[in-house]
Nanobody, 118 residues
Framework: QVQLVESGGGLVQPGGSLRLSCACT????????MTWYRQAPGKERERELV??????????NYAASVKGRFTISRDNGKKTVYLQMNSLKPEDTAVYYC?????????WGKGTLVTVSS
């Protein structure tokens, strides 16, 4: 059974940190490019790419809005991808989704809510 389960979201004050995790089962995790997306409140039709990591973890890419603050990483042994988020801002408030992609296979988790507010 294919599953991508995000965790680690919550309420944090501006300037704070959170670490998101996405635990994966049911597919060959080490073959997939992993990406974190986010969808802000009121923007149901807009899902923004946050960060991507290649299957071997050798290359990463970030949206300009998070570069220098967020770090994506993966553990192929644990079949988990992470997103370390530092210096959080109110505009980072969103539901964060984990995505796995390999050729035509495109898999999604159900998301975890991150709220940045004082």
């Amino acid at each position: 059974q294919v599953q991508l389960v995000e965790s680690g979201g919550g309420l944090v004050q501006p300037g704070g940190s959170l670490r998101l995790s996405c635990a994966c089962t049911g597919f060959i995790f080490s073959s997939y490019v992993m990406t974190w997306y986010r969808q802000a409140p009121g923007k149901e039709r807009e899902r923004e790419l946050v960060a991507t990591i290649t299957s071997d973890g050798g290359s990463t890419n970030y949206a300009a809005s998070v570069k220098g603050r967020f770090t994506i990483s993966r553990d192929n042994g644990k079949k988990t991808v992470y997103l370390q988020m530092n210096s959080l801002k109110p505009e980072d408030t969103a539901v964060y989704y984990c995505n796995a992609r390999y050729f035509v296979s495109n898999l999604w988790g159900k998301g975890t809510l991150v709220t940045v507010s004082s």
